[in-house]
């Protein structure tokens, strides 16, 4: 039936177009773009994240790796691992990258006030948490002690390795650091990072735990946390899931019953109890 | 509900004009041994006593394969969304497949709108027929054995000589004014329409043990049963339950370049939880390894979770995937399976 309807043009797909402002290299697998929207800043909180296109290769979802106190602009950490980001590193500034988002619930930054951080970064884990690195240090008062452990496989995989002195300062907080296996010029903590934990002296009670890392290290990481006596209910995860359309269509980045791109990526672990899907 | 009565030799007269007057006309046709939904070009062409088709009409309005986003590349990146609202009319859609696009107008008109599917759906006008069931069908089941109202807007039952014609909107009842020879139906119409949906249910050999509206709860106690296991054991991950479900509805999204290397395409492609790869990320950790936890996950998505999210199942008894399964999983014995296991635990 011919009936004339009011026919939407707009797309949930959609992307906007926005300019690669820089680009560096931070590892040999990790670039770390500037990305730049011509209607202005992002408007993310820490810990969500975009779905990035490279037109002609597909779409990835990204997540901000820049605090949004940092203006008009936002950074994401790409590591080299697939169709769409092999061709995103084939980016040089001045280039156009499709944005979507920001999607998802970030970091409870409302729970997080007033309470001490621990901020636990397990290899690519460390770029969502370098938003909430950057938010704590250009809101630094709302916060009490920081403490950050950042782990990686080897010392030249360790992200952002040329900012730790600089948060150190800024954060006037503890940061520790290991790698899984050293190398010659590593004089370092050597171990994965739950290594690091019997070391740690935390008022447990009043501290927040922020946890990102790859699948395998949750269950480790967590039992550490908890038995340093952090409540479960405060204690935070950022999870990683296949996602194709960040809007909660797709299926494809459900676990148990809910869809990671919307409910998440960041839950608190009394969310997840009970959903064996949480932890891969 | 708004009756109307068609002579079965005035069919014919009323989809011979839809199909002259109409921009697309879909109705089920022979392939084969089977049937298919395809475009109508002669009302003789039309199947209308059928037991099943081999995909639901779902394929028009989430196409196997669609274009999202057409664009160009260049100096300035230029992107354009591509709405489809060609105009349908889908004839012959079963009460199942009703229910199953029901299911599909939650999912993708909630929160987000995919206009998408949406622009389409608006533009599809849906002429249901009502049928006898097979050996695999269980709608009575999951409650779609009848179409319920807002699901159609016309729906036929064969009483004999005619269909009694059940108007369910202000469009269907101007397709029927405009284009078909109606009657008042009398109440021997209504006796035989009525008769109809009794042999339908007293027809129906696939059964579930228990009240579908308890499956959510149950399935709590579930998802370490045994069953999985079995299930796991069995299945192919050859995702033809995926393919063949009305209800199915996830995708995935890749670009597809011409040879100019400047325009390209956007495209979404059906995909399937019950495929390896599903929910593989980059770096190849695969969340769903598991054979068992794919098959899990699809009967927690019929019902539980997108059970709970829109208040009916997503599992609409129309047995495709129970034809298809190479190996003979199929809905009624795997949720007969955990309904026997929870009454034994409770016992």
Known sequence: MSTPMALRTESPYLSTPATVTAVRSITAKEKLFDIRLPGGPLGHLPGQFVSVSAFGYGEAPISIASSPTAGDHFQLCVRNVGNVTAALHQLEPGSSVGIRGPFGRGFPIEQLRGHDLLIVAGGLGLAPLRSLIQYAIDRRQEFRQITLLIGARTPSELLFRDEYAAWQRQLVGEILVTVDRGDDQWSGHVGVITTLFPNLTLDAKATMAVIVGPPVMYRFALAEAFSKGIPESQVYVSLERRMKCGVGKCGHCQLNGVYVCQKGPVFSYTELAGMEEAWG | ?347
């Open chain 2, 1 to 347: 509900m708004a009756l109307s009565v068609i002579e079965k030799k005035h069919l014919t007269d009323f989809v011979n004009r839809l199909i002259a007057t109409q921009p697309a006309v879909i109705g089920p046709v022979r392939k084969g041994s089977k049937l298919v939904f395809g475009p109508l070009s002669q009302a003789q062409d039309l199947v209308l006593d059928y037991v099943t088709t081999i995909l639901p009409p779902k394929k028009y309005l989430l196409p196997p394969q669609e274009t999202l986003i057409r664009f160009k590349l260049g100096p300035s990146l230029e992107l354009e969304p591509v709405i489809e609202n060609t105009p349908r009319i889908i004839l012959g859609v079963h009460p199942c497949d009703l229910r199953g696009i029901w299911s599909l107008d939650q999912a993708f008109g909630d929160d987000t709108v995919d206009t998408h599917y949406t622009a389409r759906r608006r533009a599809t006008t849906l002429i249901g027929v009502d049928c006898h069931p097979d050996e695999s069908c269980f709608c009575t089941s999951v409650g779609s054995q009848r179409p319920e109202a807002g699901t159609f807007d016309l729906f036929l039952t064969d009483v004999g000589s005619a269909y009694v014609v059940e108007i369910g909107s202000e469009r269907g009842r101007q397709l029927l004014e405009r284009y078909a020879q109606t009657r008042e139906a009398t109440a021997n119409d209504l006796a035989l329409q009525q008769r109809f949906w009794r042999e339908k249910e007293a027809a129906m050999q696939a059964h579930l043990n228990g009240d579908v509206h308890l499956l959510p709860l149950l399935l709590d106690s579930q998802r370490q049963s045994d069953t999985w296991k079995e299930l796991g054991n069995k299945c192919l991950s050859c995702g033809n339950c995926n393919l063949v479900c009305p209800t199915c509805y996830c995708f995935d999204v890749g670009d597809l370049m011409q040879l100019n290397l400047t325009d390209g395409e956007r495209v979404r492609q059906w995909d399937g939880c019950t495929l390896t790869d599903f929910a593989v990320v980059a770096g190849g950790h695969n969340f769903r390894r598991q054979t068992e936890s794919r098959v899990r996950h699809r009967y927690y998505r019929k019902f539980q979770y997108l059970m709970l999210r829109y208040g009916k199942p997503f599992c609409t008894g129309c047995g495709r995937c129970t034809r298809s399964c190479l190996v003979h999983i199929n809905p009624p014995d795997t949720l007969n399976a955990l309904i026997a296991a929870s009454e034994k635990e409770e016992a």
